[in-house]
């Protein structure tokens, strides 16, 4: 999926509806190089998703973070929780290999 | 002759019904009971075997019924339009059939899975004072076998725009407690959060210190604490996520158990790497909390600090303000093994450090821009020889002008202290 916009307190219960509708895939790959800004609320999402797909054996990549998203999740200490790739090419094709 | 008499006897009889009922619509102002008498009086006055009440939904544009009497079972939904009682939503229009099963626009479906069997159907639209469509009220079976005639349409059509005004008014009452309910809550976590903050500080051998706190409307967790443990002094600014009673309870979480550890734990890496357990357990909601913690040695100027994903703090010193190096570790509450490491510095006499949360350097303008860390390097740069409370406080006025006096999105949170001077 390819969200667009501003991930913050006033978004990210939407965000969460949707992302929900989809945590049963066996493979979600998020492709952020539409979101242009996350607030801890947006990464608090991202981080109940990675739980629940981590717990069930399932996997989440997420691709294409821009500068001040990625920021984000390195400011927060929370690389080391999500698989990150440059590119959806790339984040796909590690997918298939 | 006789009736003529008998027929006008029975109008006058429901004519004062229908003011009973007007008297107890009006008494009745919880949105439930307000519909159950409703139900009861509609199917009395109109002599009717049941009634049921479709209140419109303008986000689905449909209705959706309540119903009376012993019959009643799960709710049922149909679209403006559909049917008899979302025909009469639609076209606004009264419609009275004397005979059902002889009628095309009737269904037979709701008697199939009941075994209700309908004769005769009255049905009229309820409408707010302003003309907008609150829901449709519909009569089954004028009791006795006889058919909704003689003056039932009148009866209904008075007694429907009552009853309108009446649910219309529940509805905004309803709409009215729960939008109290709701500032109730800010009102409750915002004095949690607040309510937890120390006052004062300590001021031995010319420490200087300030901290303040600005909260939000709706979203917050800053906190900030400072706290003498032997001879030295614990401080820490901290910004937990989401918002609300939840965000609330969760900082007055980490505030008490950062008080707890910080009387037994070596260094504040040990501090947070004890409350990041604690609070990682059971933790399905995933809220976290970003947190700076150090101690002062009063005496010899001497900090160790660790850093849980929060903003690292500036070094004042005589020649200028420095972003502090810190090794990034996660936020607390996530990963329940987590190690953080501790960095040590050392303050001189008359060195400070500046604390902060990140709602200083993201908050916003009316245009939707971030402030950014530049302006507060730049303000940094100009200020940083004045005293904690006159950098503290200028830095919130600074941060208020940019945003035009928008009320914060964020939690606003800052702190400063100094060293005294040398002796």
New interface residues.
Partial sequence: MSPLGRVDSNTSGDFERALMTREGEALLVIDLSGIDYISSAGLRVFLMLAKKMKGSGRRLVLCALAPSVEQVFTLAGFTALFTVKPSIDEALGRVSS | MQGHEAELQRSVARLNSLLDVSRALAMELDLESLLRVILEKATVVLEAERSTIFLYDPAVNALTSHVSGELSKGAVTVPLGTGIAGQVGLTRELISIPDAYADSRFSPQFDKETGFKTRSILCAPLLSPAGDLVGVIQLLNRAGGDTFGGDSEEILRAFASIAGVAIDRARLVSAAIEAKRAEENLRLAHDIQMSMLPRVFPTEAGLDMSAALTPAR??GGDFYDVLRVGERVWFAVG?A???GVGAALFTAMTLTLFRATAKIAKDPGEALARINQELSRDN?????V?VFAATLDIATGEVVFAN??H?PPYVLRPEGAVALETT????LG??ED?EYAVGRMHLGPGDGLFLYS?GVT?AQNPAGDLWGTEPLEAFLRVHFSANCETLTRGLVVEVDQFAAGAPP??DLTVMALRRGPAR
Avoid: L, R, W, Y
């Fill in positions: 709706s979203v910004d996520s989401g918002k399905d909601a995933m809220m976290f970003t849980a994903g903003p990034v570790a996660p936020a996530v990963i987590a990140d993201e999105a964020d």
